[in-house]
Nanobody, 117 residues
């Protein structure tokens, strides 16, 4: 059974940076992509960034140019999210996601990111 564990969240001032990490344990098979989603209070969970096993990346328009998703060169995990030029509207719980071909998604427990103005 695959489990995802996020780390790296915290409190930062606007304009600052944080790096989130997501480590997977267990046997990973039929991997489609890994990614980061976030959910702010009172809002739906939204995509932040994804990276495929072939290293193709996709970003939400709101984070393009500020956030970068990457992964370990030799393996599919850990996956990182480097967040620069953070804004108060980036405040949310950030979740790591693993999408697999023919199987259900796996989610981490989430890590809180708070950006103060």
């Amino acid at each position: 059974q695959v489990q995802l564990v996020e780390s790296g969240g915290g409190l930062v001032q606007a304009g600052g940076s944080l790096r989130l990490s997501c480590a997977a344990s267990g046997i990973i098979f039929r991997l489609k992509s890994m990614g980061w989603y976030r959910q702010a209070p009172g809002k739906q969970r939204e995509l932040v960034a994804t990276i495929t096993s072939g290293e193709n990346t996709n970003y939400a328009d709101s984070v393009k140019g500020r956030f970068t998703i990457s992964r370990d060169n030799a393996r599919n995990t850990p996956v990182y999210l480097q967040m620069n030029s953070l804004k108060p509207e980036d405040t949310a719980v950030y979740y790591c996601n693993m999408a697999r071909w023919g199987f259900g998604d796996v989610w981490g427990q989430g890590t809180q990111v708070t950006v103060s103005s």
